[in-house]
């Protein structure tokens, strides 16, 4: 089990930047994915990038060029730092986190922390 803990959520205007980090509760190691989802009131949460245990990065077309995800192995931690904000960016945004034990696939995931971009 692990815990994941967001922070970094906050009111920005448009243009602006932020940087959300993940902390988990124990080594990262083992974790073949870690990410970050958004979900927007009213809409299905929506991935926003994801990083590999080798360290490929996936973004969602929409924060392409905007959005960069890292990994520190040593504090444990997966973050997004995000900048020219936009209005659409609005939402809670969940860290993820993946892992196999064994042959079972697990799923973990923070709380969430709340972003608002205003115009």
């Known amino acids: 089990q692990v815990q994941l803990v967001e922070s970094g959520g906050d009111l920005v205007q448009a243009g602006g930047s932020l940087r959300l980090s993940c902390a988990a509760s124990r080594s990262i190691f083992s974790f073949t994915a870690m990410g970050w989802y958004r979900q927007a009131p009213g809409k299905q949460r929506e991935l926003v990038a994801t990083?590999?245990?080798?360290?490929?990065?996936n973004y969602a077309d929409s924060v392409k060029g905007r959005f960069t995800i890292s990994v520190d192995n040593a504090k444990n931690t997966v973050d997004l730092q995000m900048n020219n904000l936009k209005p659409e960016d609005t939402a809670v945004y969940y860290c993820y986190a993946h892992e196999y034990r064994g042959l079972r696939p697990y799923d973990y995931w923070g709380q969430g922390t709340q972003v608002t971009v205003s115009s």
């Open positions: 990083i590999g245990s080798g360290g490929t990065a």
